[in-house]
């Protein structure tokens, strides 16, 4: 940590700030410059946490030096995570690609969609059962009987299944039933849920906020983490903008910025990003390209007939091309589609 | 609903569309221009939610034209409401200032708080007892005890008190101990909590989102006003935009948008948007020149001392001499501050 | 500048960046801690300008201490400034309205205005004659022509006239018939025309960049002072953002924080930052108690006849009923309209 | 265009715009729905240029149908423009990569820079000889000099060379030594300099603007077409948001998006808009899969002596592996890198 402090701070006020800095048992350093005195604490910031200093007379600005996340920080476990969901893992030498409708609406849906992303090349089935809807007037999902669906589904196929939760009553029913556990975007800093899904112990997807910094984003995680589950993957969505011609904007430098600072793995949704099926597949073969541990690709038997989100969703024969155009790209940068 | 059609839809195309909406009982208008044909769509849309047009055969884009948000819409609702809380109202012709500590630290501190407020010129006494923290590590907030203290701060001076709500648990204990529950920036798309809120019957304080647009804002109050509960006051405290040199970059315009398309009140916090104490007075002064409600202003004895944002909170005597200032400015603008 | 190393920086990496500096005639402070070293840089940084040390051999990141801009800078120059524009001053104890049309069209239009204004209370006529057009196919100005007109205009109200120039070409013409150059927003970096606009010596008014932060619009100011120009009048119109409701989003923060980083006069434009006119009185009467020392407000004798933003003009009844609202205000925040 | 009444327009309202809209030429077709009515124009709206009908008494807000671009939209123009540059061309069969410094420095500079690229692979040398910068003081390129040396460079090596132009000065001396103009993003709406550049005829790359939606940046495109210039590449470079990890976030989107909307060729910048080296490969990766129609890439001799822009910069073997690593994926896609 370091203060920075006015120009016109006093030598009292340098005084106070040090020796308020020795009382909580750490060290400073002081750099008399031209025009500004600096700082320097050495030791363990919690002490001061919550302290304020910002205002302490005489101080300019305070800034931090370290990452307030640990668990999640590569610096402090630099070997990449690898998540393991039912037969599958996400973060190793292979792209895995989860696919499904937006929501799920009935048995034959799901079941049709299984089968036929199973066969394109898809590793896990997702599929909403809670849906977040702007409007209260939207379609708001199956709830319970929609979990029950996706697990049908995995019975029949073998894909593991992963469906977001969007409340404790959610997570509660969703254990029951699935391999992996959605956080959404809207959800993102909901730290209640946070903390409640690190609790199961089960794989969890943290999709980015439409306005989360990446470092808040690896902070949402630290939650799940801090409750004793490792098993967390990120996922970009795209972020909000001042464009209007996609849905968000897909920030694929997320990619390599999370490789540099996180050990957790990272998939890309090009499909909730744009919300134009004409942009998925470039979208998607970019991420993949990018380093991309993953895709999540909205697929729909019937996407004119969706319930949610239709306009993103591929057809199957959309989405077996899309397989299998990126198997050599995927092959080429090292992480080949099984 | 109004469907443009691509240049080089076919009739066919064209016929297909009309045809389906003819046959979900509504009406069509056709436009044929020099470059595109457009559909205009008379009667409920609610017929055609979730039938995905914009991805039918020679369809450019659809465009609404009325409002998703019906409840909170002044169109159908032209009358202002005035929402109770305690002895107080908010959205008539006056000003209401709720004001307290970021953080419930102690019994000391909050009942300290409410007694100068009060004597300073506010009429709600705001505390946090669940805090969202962007990190697990910060200070998480007192809960259950913290909402005990406040209501003793009621009992003792009389200002009812507003309380952050962040999950199920903290809404059936929050019901016994306070006047209004917040709903706070982070939690704005919670559509489950939202709806819990609403089923309260408790006037709710509904914060907009760091990315929120204003539409969607007013959406997520439908979902209170949806369970049947009318009581929703509005509060902007900023969005996230590209300058750092505020926390958050206060938003003013929401204010005269809000009165243009809701009838519910809003009110504005500059403490939490500019998370800097020396741009709260004059924010505070733009709020109340622009119309708003109300204000919430962040104090606490020792700023220097508090848990939580302690660098955006005024003192007790700061805080003085704001509702000071601002009294002739709200007196100029038709809501004297009592 | 202070020089965070990376954790695991080498004993020798440290070195070499502590002789670097060294021999670059700069002094060091080194700070070790648990986790990462620090080193604070004492002396003339520009020194260091352009030596790239960001990728030295375990250098983690660099933060600067001090500001870019000088001249603009109230930490050099704590006085604030006035900046006389023809028999009116900006940046003192008085309010300044600066009002006119989008664009220059006729002479009647342009005489019509200046007198309707200089009544109601205005004290600067504002007409546009380069209009820089998102399309090329809008109207694109008067030019010289346009010029001449606000020259006549002033030479019968007296009011002094700004006038925004757009090029060098633009820069020349307009030295020989206004008070004062603007500089658009979209022109705000265009350092060319800052550099020539500050060789004129005539008053200016920077407006800030759509996508400008403030620390890049002090920088900008900074090109126009460095010409040996100290006249410059900073105009903040909206910055851009997510919100669709509002053609910009209005950053009233700006003043406050102008205020306490630079000792230039700021002025606010609701007229443009809204581009509605039901929004341009409440954020007029904002901007004033927000403490800005003036406003840019847009009228027209017919505003449905404007070639350019007519939807955002003010109609002469409606200017002169906001003048008569805005008295009051003015005169509580110290800065009365004459 | 689509005008769209308030629910409260009175019949007569509703006979005055379409009497008016007819007495201009054009036609109309009326939707009288249950909540509001919607008049369809049909016509050359160029005839309502200007007119303003957003204030007329009873609408509510009108909706442009058709894009205000038309020589670059692909809608008039379906087949893919391919601009000629020295002996290569962009927008066809061939990735297309340009490299160089950010700034030209030396001539020993842009020589070894331009044998070391061409030797890696790539077609066009690019650096800067007019520099913006945030700040006067810092470098602001060698201006003719500048572009001196890079054409020395081109006659020694063949590669045709691409420099800023930032000033109609800048233009006049470019137009004697360089292939091709580039248009920065900070200039990207400086009209005056649109137009000049397009009356060159040379080649212009335009990069998008900072906070420029990709309507504006065809509308900016346009300026140049309109001037009888249609050898227009455009160049993502990254967009402003609230994310600090990286210096801009890179809108690879924007490649489909450009690709459904104009013919013109589309490269990107994946330097510029990251501002770190580790994150250039990834991303230049994930342009070509996107489908770019090339790169433009930063490279320097030594990057730690860089005076502009080092720490993007790659050294000729990062460049050389760059490369040999984008030769397969480029390939696969179609577009082979010679």
Redo the contacts between chains.
């Keep these: 940590m370091?203060i920075?402090m006015k120009?016109d701070a006093s030598a009292a006020a340098i005084d106070h700030i040090v020796n308020f800095i020795r009382q909580n048992g750490l060290e400073t350093?002081?750099?008399?410059?031209?025009?500004?005195t600096?700082i320097?604490?050495?030791?363990?910031k919690?002490a001061l946490?919550?302290?304020?200093?910002?205002?302490?007379e005489g101080v300019d600005r305070i800034?931090p030096?370290?990452e307030?996340?640990k668990l999640t920080n590569k610096?402090f476990h630099p070997e990449p995570t690898i998540v393991k969901v039912g037969n599958t893992s996400i973060g190793g030498n292979n792209l895995v690609i989860m696919s499904g409708p937006c929501a799920v609406e009935s048995a034959e849906q799901v079941m049709e969609t299984a089968v036929a992303i199973k066969k394109a090349g898809a590793q896990i089935l997702r599929g909403g059962a809670y849906k977040?809807?702007?409007?209260?007037?939207?379609?708001?999902g199956m709830e319970e009987d929609g979990l029950r669906l996706m697990k049908e589904a995995r019975e029949a196929t073998g894909l593991p299944v992963v469906c977001e939760v969007?409340?404790?009553?959610?997570i509660d029913a969703a254990v029951k039933y699935v391999d992996m556990l959605q956080i959404g975007a809207?959800?993102m800093?909901?730290?209640?849920?946070l903390?409640e899904a690190g609790k199961t112990k089960l794989p969890v997807l943290l999709k980015r906020g439409?306005?989360a910094?990446?470092?808040?984003w690896l902070?949402a995680a630290?939650?799940i983490l801090?409750e004793g589950n490792p098993n967390v993957v990120l996922c970009e969505r795209g972020?909000?903008?001042?464009?209007?011609?996609?849905r968000n904007?897909?920030?694929?430098?997320a990619?390599?910025?999370i490789?540099?600072?996180s050990h957790l793995p990272i998939i890309v949704d090009p499909s909730h990003?744009?919300g134009v099926?004409?942009?998925v597949k470039?979208?998607a073969?970019?991420?993949?390209?990018?380093?991309a541990d993953g895709l999540m690709i909205e697929t729909h038997p019937h996407?004119?007939?969706?319930?949610?989100d239709?306009?993103q969703s591929l057809t199957f024969p959309q989405f077996e091309e899309l397989c299998n155009t990126l198997r050599?790209?995927a092959a080429?940068?090292g992480k080949p589609l099984a």
Tied chains: 1, 2, 3, 4.
Excluded at 213 to 216: L, V
Aim: proline share 7%; charged share 20%.
């Design positions: 370091i920075i120009p350093h002081l750099s008399t410059g031209h025009e500004v600096i320097g604490v050495v030791g363990d919690t946490a919550d302290k304020n200093l910002e205002i302490a800034l030096v370290t307030s996340y610096k977040p809807r702007t409007s209260p007037y939207s379609f708001q969007t409340s404790q009553a959610a809207r959800n800093q909901n730290f209640f849920l903390k439409l306005s910094t990446i470092e808040e902070n630290e939650y801090a972020i909000r903008t001042f464009e209007t011609a996609t904007t897909l920030d694929l430098s990619v390599p910025v490789r540099s600072k990003a744009t099926r004409d942009y470039p979208l073969l970019a991420a993949v390209a990018a380093g996407p004119e007939k969706a319930l949610s239709g306009p050599p790209v080429l940068m």
